[in-house]
């Protein structure tokens, strides 16, 4: 009784902060990370948004290569989202509904992939090797965030799902990992700005 109080204690406490902080920094997030294109008079080629928000108009045509590279993270993003959408379809329906919480938390790490995939997708590759870096791991912890942020809120919300850490009772003790993985990401991806915006000077 003692522990259930507590957990519930726990929830009522962290849950808006959790929600607070996904929300305010993500938005800030998706915003400066999403490459808004512009495109000039006539046939002239794309050029970044970098370039126009430091004044200078002086950054390379995007290749090819980057144009495929950026359609085929869009395309695995949306496949993921898709194979989110068909697990949490067939969830309860699954083994008459006995894996449902298994099933949903399998959802949650492909929905992660495919926030990662789509933070590929919608950031500039760079040329130098710290912009390329700093770029894989501002995508990966995002994603990694995204499904750890989701899978504490719905569990504290009392949405079926099941994982390790759910199982071992240590689910309500780790509500801070989530945004400390959440914070971590916003620090790459300053650096991957940073790091991005020296190319054009």
């Known amino acids: 009784m003692e522990n259930d109080l507590k957990k519930i204690s726990i929830r009522n406490h962290v849950a808006p902060f959790v929600g607070a902080v996904l929300g305010a920094v993500g938005s800030v997030c998706f915003m400066h990370a999403y490459p808004r294109q512009h495109r000039g008079l006539g046939s002239e080629p794309v050029v970044s948004s970098a370039t126009y928000r430091l004044g200078r108009r002086i950054d390379k045509v995007t290749p090819n290569?980057?144009?495929?590279a950026r359609r085929t993270w869009y395309a695995l993003s949306g496949?993921?989202?898709?194979?989110?959408?068909?697990?949490?379809?067939?969830?309860?329906?699954?083994d008459g509904g006995a894996m449902l919480g298994e099933i949903h938390a399998l959802a949650f790490v492909v929905a992660g992939l495919g926030v990662m995939f789509m933070l590929l997708a919608v950031t500039?590759?760079?040329?130098?090797?710290?912009t390329k870096l700093n770029r894989y791991l501002f995508a990966v912890t995002g994603g990694l965030a995204f499904n750890v942020v989701v899978t504490w809120g719905l569990w504290a919300a009392g949405y079926p799902v099941t994982n390790g850490t759910i199982r071992r009772?240590?689910?309500?003790?780790?509500?801070?990992?989530?945004?400390?993985i959440l914070a971590y990401s916003v620090i790459a991806w300053l650096f991957y700005r940073g790091s991005l915006a020296k190319e054009t000077r």
């Open 65 to 68: 290569s980057a144009k495929t």
């Open 169 to 180: 009772g240590l689910m309500g003790s780790n509500y801070w990992l989530g945004p400390a």
């Open 124 to 130: 500039v590759p760079g040329t130098t090797l710290s």
């Open 79 to 94: 496949l993921c989202f898709l194979e989110m959408a068909g697990l949490m379809t067939i969830a309860p329906s699954w």
